[in-house]
């Protein structure tokens, strides 16, 4: 069954639970690898809402249903609703659908991608993503207005955006949450990065077996809620105004001008403002870090020789 706009009615496309003083918010489309339309952004912000107005939360979790975390923003499901109006809620621009060329993917991604996403970064509540499977592109921003991520160790990392042409995802924090030679790397190659190497750089927190995950994320979750809720609130606010003293709102505004500056170069001189790439393409040309490979090998002989 669809709606008005021919979109799909697929249920709860995020879940809300509370357990104690935690909530859990997950995203549930699984069947297409918890891709983010714009229905599953305004219930993430509804979910997100809700837990910041229950005085008995303390922490947040974002979560990812099935086998991956996301795989990044919808460009290709029954589901994608990117010509259906909704009203604004992280920004004041005019809305994009009665809009055309570049002044309707401005509109668009200034409100559901770059907008709602620092509108999540400021909730005033310590949030954890819980990230197993895929992280690409779209998955990342998610991830990275989280204040802190656990990582299975099946996760993987990916902003392979640059195959279109485009200097990265909208929610520009690269340089920011794995240092700039790390973010050089991570984008010009675009390859799938494990969780180990995301470790190292800095991005993730923690990496824990998958089946210890949500274990591990809710033990540390409930470690952070016996802080006084006010004292969180504004140790939160302290580090995220240090980053943005380290230029990182005014690093991110620049690069959004070049985003959108690459999808009318795009447009200008090819077939589509995408530099003619789909979901399809883009995961058939996906490429996984050599150093990434070189771990899955030596995992695979350990287990085979019967050794950790």
Request: proline share 4%.
């Amino acid at each position: 069954m669809s709606d008005e706009n021919g979109v799909p009615d697929e249920g709860d496309v995020v879940i809300y639970e509370r357990r104690g003083p935690i909530a859990i918010v997950t995203l549930n489309r699984p069947d297409y690898r918890n891709a983010q339309n714009s229905v599953m952004t305004y219930a993430l912000d509804a979910a997100f809402e809700r837990a910041v107005e229950d005085a008995e939360v303390k922490v947040i979790v974002l979560a990812g249903n099935g086998k991956h975390f996301s795989a990044g923003h919808d460009i290709g499901t029954p589901g994608r609703d990117h010509h259906v109006r909704y009203q604004n809620k992280a920004t004041l621009w005019w809305d994009h659908v009665d809009r055309v060329g570049g002044d309707q993917r401005f509109a668009r991604e200034t409100e559901v991608y770059l907008g709602m996403c620092r509108r999540w970064r400021e909730i005033p509540k310590p949030t954890i993503a819980m990230v197993q499977g895929a992280c690409i592109a779209g998955g990342l921003m998610l991830a990275w207005v989280c204040d802190l991520i656990i990582a299975s160790d099946d996760a993987f990392f990916s902003d392979p955006v640059v195959r279109m042409g485009i200097p990265g995802v909208e929610y520009f924090a690269h340089p920011w949450v794995m240092g700039p030679r790390a973010a050089k790397e991570f984008l010009f190659t675009g390859d799938r990065f494990d969780a180990a190497q995301a470790k190292e750089w800095g991005m993730v927190n923690r990496v824990v077996p998958r089946a210890e995950l949500e274990t591990e994320t809710l033990a540390l979750a409930e470690k952070i809620a016996t802080m006084p809720q006010f004292g969180l609130a504004l140790t939160k606010k302290a580090v995220n105004q240090a980053e943005d003293l380290m230029g990182m709102r005014a690093g991110m505004d620049s690069a959004f001008g070049l985003h959108h500056f690459a999808h009318a170069h795009n447009a200008e001189v090819g077939a589509d403002s995408l530099g003619g790439m789909n979901a399809k393409s883009m995961k058939s040309t996906a490429t996984t870090s050599a150093s990434a490979s070189a771990s899955v090998t030596t995992k695979s002989t350990s287990e085979q020789n019967g050794t950790t």
